[in-house]
């Protein structure tokens, strides 16, 4: 099945819950990846990259039955992103990538390691106005 993702930077939670596979061309920093739930990934970097139990998202608009979502990532995956060295992301991102295999998702780890680093960066790009990192996914 094909999920398109995006990750990217809003000011707030009105302007992010207008963006999704129907407004694409929305100016924000943003970047885009396929064929993983990124809410069960969010859940596995937080415990992977901040070292804890992950908080978990926040949705902005709820999944309902048109397989469309829009949520929050927890400000301590956030921070641990900024923070963490590319040596970091990639050993997280190679635990990602087993810990995917395991549950069948099957996420490659150059992938994992592509993924990561540009989420770090829109981490960091987000860190500057203060502004919350937001991904929506579509997954039909």
Not at 1 to 21: K, L, R, S, W, Y
Not at 41 to 52: F, R
Request: proline share 8%.
């Amino acid at each position: 099945m094909p999920i398109t993702v995006e990750f990217f930077v809003a000011p707030d939670d009105e302007v992010a819950a207008q963006v999704g596979p129907r407004q694409r061309r929305h100016g924000f920093p943003s970047f885009a990846c396929a064929d993983f739930y990124p809410d069960d990934a969010v859940a596995d970097w937080e415990v992977l990259l901040a070292e804890g139990v992950g908080t978990g998202s926040r949705d902005v608009v709820p999944m309902k039955n048109d397989g469309f979502t829009v949520f929050q990532l927890p400000s301590g995956l956030c921070s641990a992103l900024v923070q963490a060295s590319s040596g970091r992301l990639v050993e997280a991102a190679g635990a990602w990538a087993e810990l995917a295999a395991v549950k069948d998702e099957g996420v490659p780890a150059e992938t994992a390691v592509e993924i990561l680093t540009e989420l770090a960066g829109l981490a960091r790009t987000a860190q500057g106005p203060r502004q919350p990192l937001y991904c929506w996914y579509f997954a039909p």
